[in-house]
């Protein structure tokens, strides 16, 4: 049974920082793209970040790249987004998942797995 639970959420002023992990079971990690999504309340879910099996590739969204981070520990089965700068508008829910098959990394529908997500509020 496939797990990705997400932690580290939480409430910070604008201008901070919040680093989110992702902890996944019931998958070979190193063989899974992974990626954080967001949705805000009456939003579409929106791409984040991207992250190959072996970390060598990176994909962000336009909205978070230069003040956000992936990376990942495939020896700890964990996916992390290191959060800088953090504005108002981030405030969301922010999903982990993972894909199997290599396609568009921004698009949610190639992704097979999903965390419940871990909320993340941004005060002004």
């Known amino acids: 049974q496939v797990q990705l639970v997400e932690s580290g959420g939480g409430l910070v002023q604008a201008g901070g920082s919040l680093r989110l992990s992702c902890a996944a079971s019931?998958?070979?990690?190193?063989?899974?793209?992974m990626g954080w999504f967001r949705q805000a309340p009456g939003n579409e879910r929106e791409f984040v970040a991207a992250?190959?099996?072996?970390?060598?590739?990176?994909y962000y969204g336009d909205s978070v790249n230069g003040r956000f981070t992936i990376s990942r520990d495939n020896a700890m089965s964990t996916v992390y987004l290191q959060m800088n700068s953090l504005k108002p508008e981030g405030t969301a829910v922010y999903y982990c998942?993972?894909?199997?098959?290599?396609?568009?990394?921004?698009?949610?529908?190639?992704?097979?797995?999903w965390g419940q997500g871990t909320q993340v509020t941004v005060s002004s």
């Open positions: 992250i190959s099996g072996g970390g060598s590739s990176r």
């Open positions: 998942a993972a894909a199997s098959v290599y396609r568009t990394a921004a698009a949610a529908a190639g992704y097979d797995y």
């Open positions: 019931g998958l070979t990690v190193r063989m899974y793209r």
